[in-house]
């Protein structure tokens, strides 16, 4: 009842405040000397401001008042704000938003399915792709057929010198009209052209056969490396199709 009537005079205080970074948190330390606990207020805006308000007597109708509104920082978690009041200090701790690190999934690898045979049949290349021989092989067959191309080139070339030679050489034998009657000497000019035609046809002979024989050589060894490759072609298919169907089980 003794203050009925008495007007009491305010004065506003600025407290100082400063922020101190913690690893989880961000705290907001205010100076309020001469404060206690229950003569402060501490809430928090729904615009992200922390409002302080408090207010003590000094003596008589004197009294000293705050009042300050502080933004919050983004990067902390508003609903889960403290505060603790020590020393004629106030700690008002906010924790840090916790950011997750999305983790990246490693990429599913994608099995490759053949189709059925009877889509193959009718023109539809499968879906699994065949794997080709290793680069060294293929090289090496390559390197082969190419060598083998080289020398049938070769072994022709020396069959149509030869035969031009024997040719050239039996014209100078053979070309050329008797002036007179034969004598000794055409006698054996005809035998030595008949001897040097026997040989050309000789030669001939042998020439084109033997390169008969390398042509034929050629078409085998060719043959055969076509075969081993269509082996080696379905053997690599008919594994990589038990591998798929064994991981689908």
């Not at 080696?232 to 038990?242: D, E, F, I, P």
């Amino acid at each position: 009842m003794a203050n009925i009537g008495v007007e009491w005079v305010y004065q506003e205080f600025e407290p100082a405040t400063r922020w101190n970074s913690e690893p989880d948190a961000e705290v907001l330390v205010a100076d309020l000397p001469g404060f206690k606990k229950e003569q402060l207020k501490v809430s928090v805006t729904a615009t992200r401001k922390l409002r302080l308000t408090g207010e003590r007597p000094t003596g008589g109708n004197k009294w000293i008042r705050f009042h300050q509104e502080i933004p919050v920082p983004l990067t902390v978690d508003i609903d889960s704000v403290s505060a603790m009041f020590k020393d004629n200090k106030l700690y008002i701790r906010h924790p840090k938003l916790k950011t997750e690190i999305p983790q990246t999934k490693p990429p599913t690898p994608v099995i490759m399915k053949t189709r059925d045979q009877h889509e193959i049949k009718q023109g539809q290349s499968p879906k699994a792709m065949v794997e080709k021989p290793s680069g060294g092989k293929t090289d090496q067959l390559k390197h082969d057929g190419q060598q083998l191309k080289h020398d049938a080139q070769q072994l022709k070339h020396d069959a149509q010198q030869k035969a031009r030679e024997v040719v050239q050489s039996g014209k100078k034998v053979l070309t050329g009209e008797p002036k007179g009657p034969l004598s000794s000497k055409d006698d054996e000019k005809d035998k030595i052209g008949a001897k040097w035609f026997e040989k050309y046809k000789e030669a001939t002979g042998n020439v084109v056969k033997e390169a008969k024989n390398k042509r034929q050589l050629l078409c085998n060894l060719a043959a055969s490396v076509s075969l081993v490759l269509l082996i080696l072609l379905y053997a690599r298919n008919a594994v990589r199709s038990s591998l798929v169907w064994k991981s689908e089980e």
